[in-house]
């Protein structure tokens, strides 16, 4: 069944362990790390992560939006994430790959992450060396509330493809925009896990709108 992680990046940030409870029927956490240079926008880091764990046995899918994010990895790790992702246009291949060696050496879960402009092709080493989760953006990274970018419906449909050839195993996750109506064509396209910040908490019935999302 597919996997519903709400984006915390859409919560109210003085009411965060509320708005945390408030989602406990998805299956995982999705944490939104921004740092104002490989995006325009600020969120949240370490220190928060680590409130979040000691609040919550939810998986705690961390999402880096930074620069050179090998710098981050052991904090991250140590802070509690079960998963990090690295975007493959925050740094050179080699470094993206010594972070990626990192969290396994770590025993984190390993996810890379593609911007829109990003070919589909450009994840096969990654998935050759073995990662645990490839996660495409449907949206330009760096806010919640946008729509969703139907032109990236054919790369899930690829990576879906690419996984299954070389990396049986890797979850595909889409990030961006999703609602009941894109979620239904994210599964289409062979998603495995479904981020979704404003169509869970701007909903009345938030386990409602998280069960429609999972179809
Ligand atoms: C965007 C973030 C997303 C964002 C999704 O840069 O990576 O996770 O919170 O928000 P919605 O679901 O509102 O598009
Ligand atoms: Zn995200």
Redesign the pocket.
């Given at each position: 069944m597919t996997k519903i992680a709400p984006?915390i990046l859409s919560a109210d940030f003085c009411r965060l362990g509320e708005d945390i409870q408030k989602v406990s029927s998805a299956d995982w956490l999705?944490v939104?790390v921004m740092d104002g240079m490989f995006v325009p926008n600020i969120s949240i880091g370490v220190p928060v992560v680590k409130s979040i764990r000691a609040h919550t046995d939810m998986f705690l899918d961390v999402?880096l939006m930074v620069e050179k994010p090998g710098r981050y990895v052991k904090a991250f790790s140590q802070a509690g994430a079960d998963l990090l992702s690295i975007h493959l246009e925050a740094d050179m291949p080699p470094a993206l790959h010594a972070a990626l060696d990192e969290m396994e050496a770590l025993g984190v879960k390993k996810g890379i992450v593609l911007r829109p402009i990003t070919a589909p092709e450009a994840v096969i080493p990654y998935l050759q060396r073995g990662v645990d989760l490839v996660l495409v953006m449907t949206v330009e990274p760096g806010f919640g509330g946008q729509s969703f970018m139907a032109d990236q419906l054919p790369k899930i449909s690829a990576l879906r493809a690419l996984i299954d050839q070389y990396c049986p195993g890797c979850l595909l996750e889409v990030?961006g925009g999703v609602n009941v109506e894109t979620a239904r064509l994210c599964r289409q396209a062979g998603a495995d896990v479904l981020?979704a910040g404003s169509a869970v908490y701007g909903a009345a019935d938030i386990p409602a709108a998280i069960a429609a999302l999972r179809g």
């Open positions: 984006s999705h939104d999402h990030d981020v």
